[in-house]
């Protein structure tokens, strides 16, 4: 069964902190992995989108990578703002079909 | 202003009625989707279209039902027949089905 893990369900952090959210996958075929960010009652936003020979993947502060071996992606997020709270989405998409498969997410809360 | 926008921003529905949201995107873009998202659960397929007059039902097409008459437009009618039809409703849009998807704001769907 294809599925999305998101680690952890939640974290609090500190102004300025850095911080790495996970993300395992069991898609297969694989095809690429997606990072979008989602405020609290709005749409999710894409950071970055990564396909299979593709191991980092920056946006600003935000840096995805992937390591398809594994079967593992991360995003780190440098210097934390509190414009950064919000719920962090990974998707993965398969070769050969239009489906995607959705994580819960990680909902990030950066406090003053 | 391009963009994809979805209206109401909040809807209530009686029991027994049909409801129908809107969806309208100036992106020029061929694929459209259909999601909804409980709390603490990813975003599940409800439809998608591909091309005008075209459309596919996704995981939880139950109690819904869609039309692409206009390239621009996907609204979703959640019937009385969904029993659980409480949920925040997310549209979203792609050039195709592989490349990255653009959310709308959402609309919350409410039961009296």
């Known amino acids: 069964k294809n599925q999305v893990e998101q680690s952890p369900q939640s974290l609090i952090i500190l102004e300025g902190k850095n911080c790495t959210l996970q993300c395992n996958y069991t898609v297969s075929p694989f095809s690429n992995l997606r990072w979008y960010k989602q405020d609290t009652g709005r749409g999710p936003v894409s950071l970055t989108i990564m396909t299979f020979s593709e191991n980092t993947k920056s946006n600003g502060r935000y840096t995805a990578t992937l390591d398809a071996d594994t079967k593992q992606s991360s995003l780190h997020i440098t210097a934390s703002q509190l414009s950064d709270s919000a719920s962090y989405i990974c998707?993965?998409?398969?070769?050969?079909?239009?489906?995607?498969?959705f994580g819960k997410g990680t909902m990030l809360l950066v406090s003053p | 202003d391009g963009g994809i926008t979805q209206s109401p921003k909040y809807l209530f529905r009686k029991e027994g009625q049909n409801v129908t949201l809107s969806c309208e995107q100036n992106?020029?873009?061929?694929?459209m989707y259909w999601y909804r998202q409980d709390p603490g659960q990813g975003l599940r397929l409800i439809y998608y279209s591909q091309i005008v007059n075209d459309f596919q039902k996704g995981d939880i097409a139950e109690g819904y039902s869609v039309s692409r008459e206009k390239k621009e437009s996907f609204p979703l009618t959640v019937t009385s027949a969904q029993k659980n039809p409480t949920a925040f409703y997310l549209c979203a849009s792609s050039i195709d089905r592989q490349e990255t998807q653009y959310f709308g704001p959402g609309t919350r769907l409410l039961v009296l």
């Open positions: 998707v993965v998409g398969l070769s050969g079909y239009s489906t995607l498969t």
């Open positions: 992106l020029n873009h061929d694929a």
